[in-house]
């Protein structure tokens, strides 16, 4: 079996976590939490990173930092994981749906201001497999409006937009290290901090709302509860496995990257027999390589393709379901038509994509697709 994620391995992940044992140090912010923020930090250009247990508690922190209350406004697009829109949702806000542009599956930056009512406070983009929105666009909106933006960049580690790492471009950029991503630690976040003012009160919430971490570098000479907040803290042993999966950040990003342009190749016949459709990134956009999808004709062909390759030992798997159709979304977002949203989710499937994939898979994989399709009469 071709596996569709094989989660990634250095190597060297036992011996830092062994380390952190013998350190007897085994809570939040420990060296190895602070090594990983100062990393992220050097490389990404945010003023300032801080690690949480996963990209959901990021998105619930930044919705904190906002000071989101019931009947205020969140525009995103549907297409997305629930993590984006459950933070604001717990805060009582109105998930409004926005569609997506068929090319990239990212927000329909052109719909954004229509979506725009006096409640809203916030627009949260998705930057789809790693290839990012049109943010130049999506700040101009937000700043005419005077709107925060929070940007979803959980598979962006690595991408960037026009020269700037995807993530640092709004005032909050939250990424992920699931163990699906192209680096992890298992369960783990961050959050990007790139407006000064919510630095300090950003430690407090994360701190359960305690000025502990003044308190830690000598500012305070105790501390105590000041303000609301929870524990946003990721442990120590978690931080102690990202560390050597971001010391190999570049070489990761480069082989991911490498495999994408394989498909790409291999699978462009197809495409310009106008069988298939294949990625889309657009000019400026820096992608690091998280997803490689393609899109079929229609629902009953990929449903088709996807029972071909399981037979053929080829995980291959569909994306989200898009949230203003599912029971949740329903209750606390919009329910207007997203036609790009609906008719592009069902066509989208996303083949398989980690570090160990050979070169020798994808080429099987892309044959076994071509071989499927060639069989499949076209759709009426």
């Known amino acids: 079996m071709i596996p569709f994620n094989r989660p990634l391995l250095t190597g060297q992940e036992q011996k830092y976590i062994n380390d952190a044992i013998a350190s ?11 090594k990983c923020q100062s990393m ?11 690690l949480t247990p996963s990209c959901t508690h990021a998105m619930e922190l930044a919705a904190l930092l906002l000071n989101i209350q019931p009947g205020d406004e969140v525009i995103m ?11 604001f949702a717990l805060r009582g806000a109105k998930i409004v749906f926005t569609d997506i542009r068929p090319d990239t599956m ?7 201001e229509a979506a ?4 809203t406070r916030a627009i949260v983009p998705v930057h789809y497999a ?46 992920s290290f699931h163990d699906t991503k192209n680096i992890h630690c298992g369960e783990g976040g961050a959050l990007l901090i790139n407006d000064s003012q919510f630095i300090e009160r950003a430690e407090i919430i994360r701190e359960k709302g305690t000025n502990r971490s003044q308190f830690l570098r000598g500012q305070v000479d105790k501390y105590t509860w000041v303000d609301i907040g929870s524990s946003y803290l990721a442990s120590e042993l ?47 956009c820096e ?71 050979a070169t020798e898979e994808v080429a099987t994989i892309c044959n076994a697709i071509t071989t499927t399709l060639a069989q499949r009469p076209l759709s009426v």
């Open 24 to 34: 007897g140090k085994f809570s939040g912010d420990g060296p190895f939490t602070q």
């Open 40 to 50: 992220l930090e050097e490389s990404t250009g945010a003023k300032k990173v801080l």
């Open 77 to 87: 697009p549907s297409f997305t994981f629930v993590s984006t829109a459950n933070p």
């Open 106 to 112: 990212n927000i329909d930056e052109e719909k954004i």
């Open 116 to 119: 725009i009512t006096d409640r």
């Open 130 to 175: 790693g290839v990012g929105c049109n943010m130049e666009r999506i700040m101009a909106i937000a700043n005419a409006h005077q709107l925060y933006v929070v940007e979803d960049a959980a598979q962006c580690v690595g991408a960037s937009y026009h020269g700037k790492k995807l993530g640092t471009i709004g005032h909050f950029g939250c990424f």
């Open 238 to 284: 978690n931080a102690a496995f990202l560390v050597p999966q971001l010391e190999h950040i570049t070489a990761v990003t480069a082989k991911r990257k490498a495999l994408w342009q394989q498909y790409h190749q291999l699978l462009q016949p197809l495409a310009e027999q106008g069988v298939i459709e294949l990625p889309h990134v657009p000019e400026g």
């Open 287 to 357: 992608h690091n390589g998280h997803i490689f999808y393609i899109k079929l004709r229609n629902l009953a062909e990929r449903q088709h393709l996807i029972n071909a390759l399981k037979a053929a030992n080829i995980q291959v798997v569909f994306h989200y379901i898009p949230l203003h159709s599912a029971k949740a979304g329903l209750h606390f977002g919009s329910t207007a038509p997203l036609i790009h949203t609906d008719q592009e989710s069902e066509r989208l499937l996303r083949l398989p994509m980690y570090y160990d994939l």
